[in-house]
């Protein structure tokens, strides 16, 4: 049987409170789990911290289950709290999943 999905409940998305729980199920549906970064592409990812000049950078992190791109130059890496500064942002290293040097 094939199942018309979202498309059926269209009909009765005339409340407002029905409108904000689609709105949640849809987000729900589209999440993402955090992907496993190897050891190599770990090592890379230092690598471009660590010899980091002010260079122009596109990083990939995951936060709230979706992997987000923010691109810029990283305003300060503080090794303190293991995070980066870019774009009044704050990422973690831990969520970092690719940095590429433009």
């Known amino acids: 049987m094939n199942d018309r999905g979202m498309k059926k409940w269209l009909a009765y998305k005339s409340l407002n409170q029905q409108e904000v729980y689609f709105a949640k199920m849809r987000k ?45 130059v990283i305003e300060k890496i503080d090794t303190f709290y293991n995070l980066i500064k870019m774009n009044d942002i704050r990422i973690l290293f831990s969520e970092i ?6």
């Open 28 to 72: 729900e549906k589209s999440r993402v789990e955090k992907p496993l970064i190897s050891s190599s592409k770990a090592e890379e990812i230092n690598e471009v911290l660590t010899s980091y000049h002010g260079e122009e950078v596109a990083v990939r992190f995951y936060f709230d289950g979706e992997i987000k791109v923010s691109r810029g």
């Open 97 to 102: 999943v690719d940095v590429e040097v433009s």
